[in-house]
């Protein structure tokens, strides 16, 4: 089992920034790759961005390149998204995602994440 617990949203104005943290726990395989997603009201869920853990490969949306940035901190459990430049369609619930190797493709397709957070809002003003 794995347990992701996210935070860190928030209310920001246009042009601020925000760092999404996710604190994972429980079995360390099963979480090798984690992935940020998000949910707009009436929207579908997207996917932001993923990393690997065994490869380092990273991923991002094409809409967030350049503006958003993943890292882990292996000691503290833990996979950061920090998100600079936001723009009020940012506004979403952010999820945590993790799942284990071999996926099928990369980045891993939603439906082989095992492991999803709550959630945390992050609403943009403009």
């Known amino acids: 089992q794995v347990q992701l617990v996210e935070s860190g949203g928030g209310l920001v104005q246009a042009g601020g920034s925000l760092r999404l943290s996710c604190a994972a726990s429980?079995?360390?395989?099963?979480?090798?790759?984690m992935g940020w997603y998000r949910q707009a009201p009436g929207k579908e869920r997207e996917r932001i961005s993923c990393?690997?853990?065994?490869?380092?490969?990273?991923y991002y949306r094409g809409s967030v390149k350049g503006r958003f940035t993943i890292s882990s901190d292996n000691a503290k459990n833990t996979v950061y998204l920090q998100m600079n430049s936001l723009k009020p369609e940012d506004t979403a619930v952010y999820y945590c995602?993790?799942?284990?190797?071999?996926?099928?493709?990369?980045?891993?397709?939603?439906?082989?994440?095992?492991?999803w957070g709550q959630g945390t809002q992050v609403t943009v003003s403009s």
């Open positions: 995602a993790a799942g284990g190797w071999p996926w099928s493709t990369w980045p891993p397709p939603d439906r082989e994440y095992d492991y």
């Open positions: 429980g079995n360390i395989v099963r979480r090798e790759t």
């Open positions: 990393i690997s853990s065994r490869s380092g490969s990273t």
